[in-house]
Each structure stands twice: as structure tokens, then as C-alpha cells.
């Protein structure tokens, strides 16, 4: 690390680098750069940020980060929910928000070239102009990065059918620890030449290198008619019921949410969506197969709804209303933001396990006397314990901290893991020593160590 009085020469000859509009060192804009939307993860305002504008940008960034003992924290658009992209002291952000162009769609090889900082939504709406479909749908899809979305491998809504982000990713441009440029993957179909380095990099949370392009498979976009299934349940555990069935029946729907009561409330005091709020726990089931087979579908979900208790259940197959309900999924979490800082859980347990995990969430809130909203992609077995403290209140924060750990445990021992799809970042390094054991982790650290042997990318993170 850099002592305070060589940082400042450091950030002088950062200005030598790139022109002052791509060099923000003003107090507000360090602030709003210094940490990503994990509001517990420890953060300190960087030296600068700087505002990349192509490859090239990023390597310049990274060498002289190199040269000056400085360290680099890459940015999408800091919608992060685990503190990866947080600054710590002596260190540079790098945002990739301004490489935010489209470069390829390959309507013949089904892939998509873009840029690092396109946001999903773009992403999506640039493909279906050429009839072709990006799946990976993470509930920030309107203002996260498909740069951030591959460096966490996000999740999301549609995955539990058709996959996460790595199941995407074909090929990256990145730029590595001592600044060289390398293009990792393929555009092909298929290809499995040399170790699965595309693989590696993505959900690496910005420690092995900064990602400048991605390239992306893309699907068909026809060729589905959607249909949902809604059911009203009166408790966590009887939806988790639901959820369970549904997976040992062997249904694998588009789509199935999880929202409870706090959720809906909250979104209906904000956006005024109309939605029931005297309503335990809320299901949300999409199905998009076509045609007789997917009303054959939903009466099977209709029927395991019912059998675990759920009332009024219902099918939607009106787009609009489709779509209502899944946007009061999409806003539960800044929703529930607006009532007090938020500790996000990001838990993941077999599917058979979900009505004895939520059983026991509902357990360590009142053990522990805290507020807890549930949101989850149930279908997936990936639940979101989201434990709400009011502002200010320290006695408050301190239970929250114990619930989250007790969580934490408790998914360990179904047999689950700390992270679904936030990663790691900082808030969940406890948990990830406590899954990984002593030799997995010497192993990340090997990796870590042969890609950059001076630390430079985001250390501290991940692992
Ligand atoms: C309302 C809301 C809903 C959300 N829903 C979901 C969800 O359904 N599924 C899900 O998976 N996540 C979800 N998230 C979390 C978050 O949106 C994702 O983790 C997303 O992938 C982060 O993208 P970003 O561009 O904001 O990245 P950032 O937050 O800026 O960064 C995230 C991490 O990636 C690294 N990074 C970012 N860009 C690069 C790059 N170009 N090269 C190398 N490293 C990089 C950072 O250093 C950091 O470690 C949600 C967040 C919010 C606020």
C-alpha cells in the first residue's frame, strides 16, 4: 500500500493518465463511488474513480495502479447487494459505466458482443429487436451492469428454468492484474479448448480481473406463451411446502417467487399497486409452455397450491397482469429499503429443504427480535431473509447481526450455501470460511495469487 503522502503524488499522476472529465475526486462523487447497495458492508471513500471509456481506458488504469502500489475496485453500476464492489482505503475505483454500447448481435450464431457497463435491460431490448432473447433476468435487470452481472454470475426471476449468467457467458475481453488485455472463450456453439477460464472469471467479483466485453448466448424469443399460477398462503412454511412439491414433482416452471406479507405491504404503501394486504405469504408461478401443455402445467400447480394449504388460487394469463405481479416482486427490495437499512441474506438450500428453512428463519425472528421480510426465487431453493433495522437503532443492528450468522448456520446445516447470487463480497466471508474448509479455500487463494500476485484487483473480497 501507498503512504498518504505518496497517494497524493499517485492521484496527481493519475491526472497525467486520463483527461479530468474521466477523474472524479470531489467529495460527493468519492462518496457515491465508495460502496455498492450493501448498506452493512465496511466501506471507505476511494483516492478517485475513475470513468473508463474502452479497454484500453481500463488497462492504462490498471498498469499505473500497478506502478504506484494502489488498488483497484471494479464498478458496474454498484447495485451489489454484498459489498463487493465497496472502496477501502488507498484504493482507485475503476466504473465501467460508460462502456455501455451493444457491439455484436449475430442473429445467425445467436450471441450478443457487448460492453461491460450495457445495463440488462438494454441488453435484452437490443436482442429482441433481431427476435432473440438474453435469459438471465436478475430483479435488478433495469439498472444493473452485464459487466457486474457476470463478475457475481447473477441469478434471477427466469433461472430456475433456463439457468444464471454463466450459462451465458460464451467469451470475455479482460484486462488482467498487470494490465494486459486477453479475450478468454469462444463464439462458437461448442468448444472446449484449454481450462474453463470464461468459467473462472465469471462470479470472480472483480479479483482476477476486470471484464471490458462479454460476449453472450442468446435464445429464440418466440415460442412462448405465458400463463402464472397465484396462490395465497398462511404461512412461510406452507408456501415452502408448495415449493418443495412442486420440485418433487419434476415441474420446472419459468418462474416461481416467493413474496410475504411485509413485502406487499411495502410495495403497496410506495407504488400503490393494489395488491392484497392481508395476505400471509404470496406465490408466483409462471409457466410458458405452450399451448394444452402448459394448462396441463398450471392444473398441476393449482393442484399442489391447493394441497399445501394455499387459498384462492388462481390463474393469470393476461401479459399485463402478469407482469404487475412479477414488478411488485422486482420492487420488494427497494421497497423494503425505504423502512431502515436493510441486511440482505442471499441463502440457497435444496429445494426439499425450503419449508424447514423458512420455518426456521421465521424462528430466529423471534429468538432474536428482529424484522424479517421474505423474498425469494423459491423455486430455486435461493431465499432472501431480508432483516430490517429501524434507523439508528444499535441494540437493534447488533441482533440483526446475530440473526444473519444464525441464518447463516442454519443453511449450512440443510446443506446449503451462503450465496445463491449476490456473492460474496464482504458480508458473507464469515460464512463462505465456514462452507469452503481450509483446503478449498488455499485453493482460491493459489488462483488468486498465479492472476495477481500483488494484490491489485479488489483484494480482500470473494474469499
Ligand atoms: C433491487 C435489487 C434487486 C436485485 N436482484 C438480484 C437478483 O435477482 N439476482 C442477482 O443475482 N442479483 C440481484 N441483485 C444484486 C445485483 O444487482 C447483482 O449482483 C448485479 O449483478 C450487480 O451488478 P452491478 O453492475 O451493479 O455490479 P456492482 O455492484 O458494481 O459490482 C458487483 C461486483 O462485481 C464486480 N464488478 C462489477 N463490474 C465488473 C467488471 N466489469 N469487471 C470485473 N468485476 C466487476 C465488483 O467489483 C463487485 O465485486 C439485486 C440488487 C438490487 C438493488
Redesign the pocket.
Known amino acids: 500500500m501507498t503512504t498518504t503522502t505518496d497517494t497524493d503524488t499517485a492521484v496527481r499522476t493519475l491526472h497525467r493518465v486520463f483527461p479530468a472529465d474521466q477523474i472524479l475526486t470531489d467529495a460527493g462523487s468519492l462518496e457515491r463511488y465508495s460502496h ?2 450493501a448498506e452493512w458492508a465496511e466501506y471507505t471513500a476511494p483516492l478517485a474513480v475513475v470513468l473508463a471509456q474502452s479497454t484500453d481506458d481500463v488497462a492504462r488504469v490498471v498498469r499505473w495502479a500497478g506502478e504506484h502500489g494502489v488498488r483497484v ?9 454484498s459489498g ?2 465497496n472502496a477501502f482505503p488507498g484504493s482507485v475505483v475503476v466504473s ?1 459505466e460508460r462502456m455501455n454500447r451493444v457491439l455484436e448481435v449475430n442473429t445467425d450464431e445467436r450471441y450478443a458482443v457487448t460492453q ?1 457497463g450495457v445495463i440488462n435491460d438494454a441488453l435484452r431490448a437490443e436482442v429482441a429487436k433481431s427476435g432473440l432473447w438474453y435469459p438471465p433476468d ?3 435487470s433495469a439498472i ?2 452485464i ?3 457476470a ?2 454470475n ?4 427466469c433461472c430456475v428454468k433456463y439457468g444464471v449468467t454463466r450459462d451465458y457467458v460464451l467469451g470475455l475481453t479482460v484486462v488482467l492484474a498487470d494490465g494486459e488485455v486477453v479475450t478468454l472463450g469462444r463464439k462458437t456453439a461448442k468448444g472446449v479448448a484449454g481450462y474453463d477460464l470464461t468459467g473462472l472469471l465469471v462470479g470472480s ?2 479479483t482476477l ?4 466485453e462479454v460476449t453472450v448466448k442468446l435464445l429464440p424469443l418466440s415460442g412462448r406463451d405465458e400463463r402464472a399460477v397465484i396462490g395465497f398462503f398462511p404461512s412461510l412454511e406452507a408456501a415452502g411446502t408448495a415449493v418443495a412439491e412442486i420440485s418433487r414433482a419434476g415441474i420446472i416452471p419459468a418462474a416461481l417467487e416467493l413474496i410475504d406479507h411485509t413485502c406487499l405491504v411495502a410495495v403497496d404503501e410506495w407504488q400503490h399497486l393494489g395488491l392484497p394486504g392481508d395476505v400471509d405469504t404470496l406465490l408466483l408461478c409462471r409457466i410458458d409452455e405452450r399451448g394444452a401443455a402448459g394448462d396441463e402445467l398450471a392444473d398441476r400447480v393449482e393442484s399442489i397450491f391447493t394441497a399445501a394449504g394455499g387459498t384462492d388460487v388462481e390463474r393469470a394469463t393476461d401479459p399485463d397482469e402478469i407482469t404487475r405481479l412479477f414488478l411488485a416482486r422486482r420492487l420488494a ?2 421497497a423494503l429499503e425505504r423502512l431502515g437499512p436493510v441486511l440482505t441474506e442471499d441463502i440457497c438450500v435444496p429445494r426439499k429443504a425450503v419449508p424447514t428453512m423458512l420455518a426456521r428463519i421465521q424462528e430466529t425472528t423471534r429468538r432474536h427480535d428482529v424484522t424479517i421480510a421474505n423474498i425469494a426465487h423459491a423455486g430455486d431453493g435461493n431465499l432472501h431473509p431480508l432483516i430490517i433495522t429501524p434507523v439508528g437503532d444499535e441494540a437493534a443492528k447488533a441482533r440483526a447481526k446475530e440473526a444473519f450468522d444464525t441464518i447463516v448456520a442454519d443453511c449450512l446445516d440443510l446443506g446449503g450455501t451462503v450465496t445463491g ?3 460474496v ?1 464482504l458480508l458473507k466471508l464469515p460464512g463462505l470460511r465456514a462452507e469452503l474448509g481450509e483446503r478449498v479455500l488455499a485453493m482460491h487463494a493459489a488462483v488468486k495469487n498465479a492472476l495477481d500476485p500483488q494484490a491489485t484487483l ?1 483484494p480482500g ?1 470473494a474469499f
Open positions: 455498492d447497495d475496485v471494479p464498478r458496474g453500476a454498484g447495485t451489489g447487494l463487493g464492489a465501467l461491460a436478475p430483479a435488478s444493473s451492469t459487466g457486474g452481472n463478475a457475481t447473477a441469478g434471477g426471476i467479483e472483480g480481473g476486470v471484464i471490458t427490495y427497494p447470487e449476490h456473492g463480497g479488489n473480497k
